[in-house]
Nanobody, 124 residues
Framework: QVQLVESGGGLVQAGGSLRLSCAAS????????MGWFRQAPGKEREFVAA????????YYADSVKGRFAISRDNAKNTVYLQMNSLKPEDTAVYYC?????????????????WGQGTQVTVSS
């Protein structure tokens, strides 16, 4: 059974930083791309960032490009999201997901396993 467990969320002031982690288990982590999505209250879940199985390819939503960085450590079965220069509009529940299906990295339907999410709140 695949499990994804996010950690690292919290409350931070605007302009601050947080690093999210997602620990994976249950299948060969290094075989799959990984993604981060977020969902704010009253809004649909949206793509944030993704990384290929090797870590060579990285993909970002325009809204976070230049502020967020995704990385992975295949030896630790963990994917990270470094979030800098945070804004109040970044407030959301952040989910990591494992890309086991065909489709673009930004398409949530291309991910077959999801974590339970971690809350990120950015105060102004």
């Amino acid at each position: 059974q695949v499990q994804l467990v996010e950690s690292g969320g919290g409350l931070v002031q605007a302009g601050g930083s947080l690093r999210l982690s997602c620990a994976a288990s249950g299948r060969t982590f290094s075989n799959y791309g990984m993604g981060w999505f977020r969902q704010a209250p009253g809004k649909e879940r949206e793509f944030v960032a993704a990384i290929s199985w090797s870590g060579v390819g990285t993909y970002y939503a325009d809204s976070v490009k230049g502020r967020f960085a995704i990385s992975r450590d295949n030896a630790k079965n963990t994917v990270y999201l470094q979030m800098n220069s945070l804004k109040p509009e970044d407030t959301a529940v952040y989910y990591c997901a494992s890309k086991g299906l065909d489709g673009r990295y930004s398409y949530n339907g291309a991910y077959d396993y999801w974590g339970q999410g971690t809350q990120v709140t950015v105060s102004s």
